[in-house]
């Protein structure tokens, strides 16, 4: 059974950075895309970004393009999301998820989710 925990979210102020982190464990997970998804207050579940576990291909979403980098460390099976130069739009609940197949940027294609875990920026 594929387990995903998110970690690292929290409060800063508008222009500040963070590092997400997700935790995966129950599979071998080079054949999996994993990616990052946020939904904000009143808003519905958005790509942000995406990675192929093996080989390391990413894609970002436009709105976070030059200030988000996703990556991952094999050894310890996890992935992460750096958030730099933060926007009060950015605010939302982020999600981590998984599938066995090439990155889509489309939730309703990922089968496996994490609990998520809340940015809050300020102004």
């Known amino acids: 059974q594929v387990q995903l925990v998110e970690s690292g979210g929290g409060l800063v102020q508008a222009g500040g950075s963070l590092r997400l982190s997700c935790a995966a464990s129950g599979r071998t997970f080079g054949s999996y895309a994993m990616g990052w998804f946020r939904q904000g207050p009143g808003k519905e579940r958005e790509f942000v970004a995406a990675l192929k576990w093996s080989g390391g291909t990413t894609y970002h979403a436009d709105s976070v393009k030059g200030r988000f980098t996703i990556s991952r460390d094999n050894a310890k099976n996890t992935m992460y999301l750096q958030m730099n130069s933060l926007k009060p739009e950015d605010t939302a609940v982020y999600y981590c998820?998984?599938?066995?197949?090439?990155?889509?940027?489309?939730?309703?294609?990922?089968?496996?989710w994490g609990q998520g875990t809340a940015v809050t920026v300020s102004s």
């Open positions: 998820a998984a599938r066995s197949s090439w990155i889509s940027t489309a939730a309703k294609e990922y089968d496996y």
